[in-house]
């Protein structure tokens, strides 16, 4: 039996920036945003004209790295794509981070200008004492704080949007070669890396994800899943923004709310991870309370889905509608789907157009034949050139084989005969919470900082809501008691510094932790 194929697709070897302006010059009137508030094409590429030019001016550079801070908002958008077009670097970083995770990314990153919501800025504060190559920081908010150290210059983003005329200065990019965006990952293992997407890496990304949505002007997309990961902005937003369509931005997520926007704004197009497709399957009174029927399509990604819950959504909404199952990972985003025409929800569906994807022997590297499990291997344009500054990873992240680099995935599974790809277990340490990569060497690092914590492990513990929480064990130093007050005061010292998905759920108090050679 042959394999099922996306359709192959012609990319250009141009930036994102300057293929997504050529939509917006055909529908300069349509909305590109119709809520929190109303924004054209034209208006929203405008504006970030405007901020590409601010840029410029106040020194930032290409190939300079930028840490953005932001939720869903028309500010992240502008800012985002501003960023880009004087081919500077984005650092697109989870706006509920903490000073200690601030501090990582940015001294990691080298990013000397930081875009920040005005309600962050108490975390950025705590850090910059400890970031000494940030010189510049813009706040999204109505006015600058006050005690930003003197050394740093600070602007108000709304003050450079008014400020300055939409004619930033053309800069050479170099597409397959320049870095666009830093997109953080815990990778296999370990502390967070940067994975380096250029700006033609980016450009097949979404235009190979729009192949999943084949979405058109017409359509309404609802975007609650952050902008600050790969899905958020390669399968989401920048989705969008190539097919024409109006976007409904949520900065916070609210079941409820969610459901009154859909019915508002007829939404048709919903990416979602699995927790969400659970709640609202058990509310069942919000399907008879808002009119969701405008939904023509689902799709959900980050980790797998019961059958019994697809289904369960689709008798509820009353409407035979796809919903979808597709996967990916920060080093090379999206990779498979499942085809409209043939889907296997059990499946995470057939490589990505102009994709490819092997299954390797887990002692061998072998390539294994359909229906043979083994570690699952990925190639495609979308994929990163590698771990910024981390070389000694990226001889974990690659396998060369024949000549052509491969992704490792990290992730156990096999391929049919008819090219569906299905995960069954993981090579990684990273727990996955609600669809959220956390990496268990991130946390241990933060425990062992905690003065009564002598030794400590981190797992995921499978959970039926969260797919999987974070459950530490941890050995004690000499004479602090096995309490449940010990276990209280322990996870409020992670939770002082961790954003909240990352909190330690459960603590289990051991007398030794096993360990391996490496």
Not at 99 to 120: F, K, M, P, Q
Request: hydrophobic share 40%; with cysteine; proline share 8%.
């Amino acid at each position: 039996m042959s394999s099922l194929k996306h359709t192959r697709l012609w990319i250009p070897e141009l930036p994102m920036h300057k293929v997504l302006k050529k939509i917006a010059e055909e529908l300069p009137d349509k909305h590109a945003i119709i809520h929190p508030i109303k924004m054209t094409y034209k208006e929203l590429w405008t504006n970030v004209d405007k901020f590409a030019a601010a840029l410029t001016d106040i020194g930032v550079r290409k190939g300079e790295k930028v840490l953005l801070v932001e939720r869903n908002t028309p500010e992240f958008v502008i800012a985002f794509h501003g960023i880009a077009e004087i081919g500077s670097t984005i650092v697109p970083i989870n706006p509920a981070y903490k000073a200690w995770e601030l501090t990582y990314h940015i001294n990691d990153s080298e990013a000397e200008t930081v875009v920040v919501r005005g309600e962050c800025y108490p975390n950025l504060k705590e850090a910059l004492s400890k970031t000494p190559n940030v010189k510049r920081v813009i706040i999204i908010g109505e006015k600058k704080p006050e005690d930003v150290p003197e050394n740093i210059q600070t602007y108000l983003f709304q003050d450079l949007i008014k400020k300055y005329p939409p004619n930033p200065p053309e800069v050479d990019i170099k597409p397959k070669e320049d870095i666009a965006i830093l997109f953080y990952s815990s990778g296999t293992t370990g502390l967070p890396k940067g994975a380096m997407h250029t700006y033609y890496s980016q450009t097949a990304a979404f235009m190979i994800c729009s192949c999943f949505w084949d979405p058109s002007p017409e359509d309404v997309f609802i975007f609650f899943l952050p902008f600050f990961n790969i899905y958020g902005i390669t399968c989401q937003l920048n989705v969008c923004l190539w097919n024409g369509s109006s976007m409904v931005l949520l900065s916070e997520f609210h079941l409820e709310e969610f459901c009154k926007l859909i019915e508002q704004y007829k939404v048709t197009c919903v990416p979602v991870v699995p927790p969400v497709l659970i709640a609202l399957t058990n509310r069942p009174d919000l399907f008879k309370k808002y009119d969701l029927t405008s939904l023509s399509l689902v799709c959900y990604g980050a980790a797998p889905t019961p059958l019994a819950v697809v289904e369960k959504f689709k008798e509820l909404l009353k409407k035979n509608i796809p919903i979808i199952n597709w996967s990916g990972l920060t080093e090379c985003s999206p990779f498979t789907s499942n085809p409209f025409y043939k889907i296997k929800n059990e499946s995470a569906g057939i490589p990505a157009a102009n994709t490819e994807a092997k299954v390797i022997d887990l002692e061998t590297n072998e390539i294994l034949p359909p229906g043979k499990v083994g570690e699952i291997i990925l190639r495609g344009p979308q994929q990163t050139s590698g771990y910024w500054k981390k070389p000694e990873k990226n001889k974990e992240l690659f396998i060369e084989i024949d000549g052509k680099r491969w992704v490792r995935t990290g992730d156990v599974g096999y391929i049919d005969e008819e090219g569906y790809v299905y995960f069954v277990d993981r090579v990684k340490e990273i727990v996955k919470f609600k669809g959220y990569s956390i990496a268990p060497a991130e946390l241990e690092a933060l425990l062992m900082e905690n003065p009564m914590v002598a030794d400590a492990a981190v797992i995921g513990k499978p959970d039926p809501f969260a797919g999987e929480i974070p459950k530490a064990f941890i050995i004690l130093k000499p004479n602090i008691p096995k309490t449940k007050e010990t276990a209280e005061k322990i996870m409020s010292f992670v939770k002082e510094k961790v954003a909240d998905y990352k909190q330690i759920r459960e603590i289990e108090f051991v007398d030794n932790i096993p360990r391996t050679a490496s």
